[in-house]
């Protein structure tokens, strides 16, 4: 982790047990002349080995790795983990995968937990994605080349997995389980709630965007440095082809890059022990997050996200933070409307930068590991910093349903760091409709999108509620209604459902 000199950081009245973060790093291949394709757990490799470099005590803290922490990509080899702790020294170190739809914070409060409890001495957390070489492999006609034997001989000691199904079947039988169609109908019911028209909300998602653009183009490990104009990435064109109205292409997270990402994890007593410099450390302050996942079609408000603020409010209040004292910020950014629903229930102005890396659309996107790069990338800003900063970084786990918020500072905590689940206090602020499949008759629309069908043409996707407060999802593929939609505001549209799931002409 390299930086400018720090101020002496004194040690002396921490628990020994408390965790830090030695090191983060980030890696990016991007496209162009030169470019070669690599496994995922290569690249993990990379970004764990410059992590360790970056400590000047790489030979020390690898054989002292007792966990192994990867968020699971798009990448089919099981248990890039175990090649990891076998390349620094570890070969015995217990190697952990997520599945997606676990949140990945869940990795950072294992590792935590395992140099605090005396577990490890040193945890690693890694993830990758290297969807990029998928395709130049593909149109060079050659494949990906393979990862190390090691990733490749067993599943890891441990697998954890989500309890739910990430959709429900309403959602699978009605065009929902692509995330954009999910976020797009949020968008429209913020948008309303906004007060703006479509072209209104056009150009401020082109202004937001277009700030992220502009960071993502400064960011060590930002994939996409073309700085593009709010016109260019909200103007449906040959080049930015709709995906779910209001997002074309430049509004939607880009998954298909080579990026790889590793943070080192400590405790105080192992610093003192190994006599590492103390200066360029970061602190957790605190971590927040909930389980609790609300289906879209039952949200009662569905531009509102009160388990985010119980997060906030939960992770802020133990560290006695306000938002307005906060340094860098990342917020998840899948897509806009996941950035301006979290700061809404933060606290934080859009105004403000909201992001360290340039956002999953410009940073880059890396399935399942982007939370992990938000966190590095705060990391590093807080060890550059010239005088006592806390950063803030986020994470999304489903389709805007399970968030996590973590504190970290880079002078020691006043109060101990701690893991926070607020699952049943989200709970008890949510509020939710009943659902009904089958219901017909006169609706009225709270959140629409239009996206491409299989047959060329538009299809209507809504979430609508009757009169007595019951919800559906329903489908219309009458042109002139989806041009109407792309056109106007349709939340508060009065609509008939002709049949279970489908959606009158207009």
């Known amino acids: 982790m390299s930086g400018v000199a720090g101020a002496p950081v004194d040690l002396a009245d921490l628990d020994a047990g408390t965790p830090v973060v030695v090191a983060a790093a980030e890696v ?77 914070y869940d990795l950072l409060v294992r590792a935590f937990e395992a140099v605090s409890g005396g577990d490890a001495e040193v945890a690693l957390v890694a993830g990758a994605e290297n969807r990029w070489s998928g395709v130049v492999a593909a149109k060079e006609g050659r ?10 001989a067993r599943e890891p000691d441990q697998v954890d997995a989500p309890g739910e199904l990430p959709v ?15 976020y797009a109908i949020i968008e429209s019911a913020l948008r309303h709630a906004m007060g703006h028209s479509v072209e209104e909300h056009r150009r401020h998602l082109g202004a937001l965007w277009s700030r992220f653009a ?46 790889a ?16 410099d103390a200066a360029h450390v970061v602190f957790p302050l605190s971590l927040a997050r909930s389980n609790l996942v609300v289906p879209l079609q039952e949200r009662a408000e569905l531009h509102r996200w009160p388990a985010a603020g119980v997060v ?18 990342d917020l998840y950014s899948c897509f806009p409307v996941a950035v301006e629903v979290q700061a809404a229930e933060i606290g934080l102005p859009l105004e403000r930068d909201l992001t360290v890396t340039g956002g999953m659309a410009f940073g880059g996107g890396p399935f399942n590991s982007y939370s992990l790069h938000g966190v590095a990338a705060v990391v590093q800003r807080l060890v550059e910093a010239d005088g006592p900063t806390v950063g803030l970084t986020t994470g999304v786990s489903g389709l805007l349903t399970k968030p996590a918020l973590a504190l970290w500072s880079n002078r020691p905590p ?26 017909t008759g006169r609706a009225v629309v709270v959140g629409a999108t239009v996206v491409p069908d299989p047959a060329d043409g538009l299809q209507v996707i809504a979430v609508v509620e009757s009169t007595d407060g019951v919800r559906t999802v329903v489908l219309g593929d009458d042109q002139d209604l989806a041009a109407r939609v792309l056109e106007e505001d349709p939340v508060g549209w009065e609509v008939t459902i002709v049949e279970p799931g489908r959606l009158g002409a207009g």
């Open 28 to 104: 990016v291949h991007r496209p162009g002349e030169g470019f070669e394709p690599s496994s995922a757990t290569e690249l993990m490799l990379e970004a764990v080995h410059a992590a360790l470099a970056s400590t000047g005590a790489a030979d020390e803290l690898g054989p002292l790795v007792g966990e192994v922490l990867v968020a699971h990509g798009t990448w089919p080899e099981p248990d890039p983990g175990r090649a990891v702790a076998t390349a620094v020294g570890a070969p015995a170190a217990r190697s952990v995968r997520n599945e997606p739809g676990v949140l990945q």
């Open 143 to 152: 494949p990906v080349p393979d990862p190390p034997a090691e990733a490749t």
């Open 261 to 276: 990402v590793a943070l080192v994890v400590t405790s105080v007593g192992a610093l003192r022990r190994l006599g590492l």
């Open 312 to 329: 906030a409010s939960a992770a802020l209040g133990h560290a006695g933070v306000a938002p307005a004292d906060v340094g860098p910020v």
């Open 414 to 439: 006043t109060r101990p760091y701690a893991a926070l689940d607020v699952t049943e206090r989200a709970r008890a602020t949510t509020e939710v409709r009943p659902v009904d499949p089958d219901l």
């Open 168 to 182: 429900t079947p309403l959602e699978i039988e009605r065009n929902l389980t692509t995330a954009a169609h999910q």
């Open 214 to 259: 502009g960071i993502a183009a400064q960011a060590p490990a930002g994939w996409d440095r073309r700085r593009l104009g709010p016109d260019d990435i909200t103007v449906v064109s040959p080049s930015n082809r709709l995906i779910a109205a209001p997002y074309p292409k430049w509004l939607v997270t880009q998954w298909n890059v080579d990026q």
